[in-house]
């Protein structure tokens, strides 16, 4: 009977430790990480192109372009901004390089195609004419040349430009215009860019001849 009872309370002192025992910790799984959302750049997938085209050049600005104008018989386009225009661009030929009528024909069609794409681009806010001033002028160190002309010279200074179009999200350069004439922008650009207006010339202000 003793031995019983003592198998008993061995047997309770067991069960009883082994339900106060710690019982290990789970470990708890890890929040899956979140994706990092992409910030829509203002130039959508033009973003880098158009910074790029900037760099270095404080005197710049981009510009939506709000209708894309097309010379369907001279296959020229004229980018509109709320400044202007760009001007005609040089006339699309590329067509005409097809050995057969077919071929030149599928070429005008693929052109045509894409004078289509930029036209909606625009009208969705997705192209851009871009400008930065130049003051870099080569006539500046022509000493032949008087100090009023110089003077004008640099008042004027010069531009390039460039138009992008962000089409299913790619970025398409789709014109470059190396010089671009700063007297030909409009006042409200000029100023945008910071193009100081050439000071007028007086004709009592020219230098007289030494005498002989």
């Known amino acids: 009977m003793l031995r019983t009872s003592l198998s008993i309370m061995c047997l309770l002192a067991l069960t009883t430790a082994a339900t106060s025992a710690p019982r290990p910790r789970r470990a708890e799984p890890k929040p899956a990480p979140r994706e990092r959302v992409q910030e829509q750049d203002e130039f959508r997938s033009c973003d880098v192109a158009v910074r790029e085209f900037v760099h270095g050049r404080k005197e710049a600005a981009a510009l939506v372009v709000k209708e894309v104008k097309a010379d369907g018989l001279r296959m020229t386009l004229n980018f509109i901004h709320p400044y202007g225009e760009s001007g005609d661009t040089p006339p699309n030929l590329g067509f005409t390089r097809g050995e057969s009528v077919e071929d030149r024909r599928k070429s005008l069609n693929d052109a045509k195609q894409r004078i289509r794409m930029l036209s909606e681009a625009a009208r969705s806010g997705n192209v851009w004419y871009v400008i930065a001033l130049s003051n870099d002028n080569p006539d500046k160190e022509n000493t032949k040349r008087s100090p009023i002309s110089l003077q004008a010279d640099?008042?004027?200074?010069?531009?390039?430009?460039?138009?992008?179009?962000?089409?299913?999200?790619?970025?398409?350069?789709?014109?470059?215009?190396?010089?671009?004439?700063?007297?030909?922008?409009?006042?409200?650009?000029?100023?945008?860019?910071?193009?100081?207006?050439?000071?007028?010339?007086?004709?009592?202000?020219?230098?007289?001849?030494?005498?002989?």
């Open 154 to 212: 640099e008042n004027r200074g010069s531009a390039s430009a460039a138009v992008f179009a962000n089409i299913e999200n790619r970025c398409v350069n789709v014109q470059d215009y190396k010089a671009v004439p700063v007297e030909g922008l409009s006042r409200e650009l000029r100023a945008l860019l910071g193009e100081k207006e050439p000071q007028p010339t007086h004709s009592g202000e020219a230098t007289a001849a030494p005498p002989s």
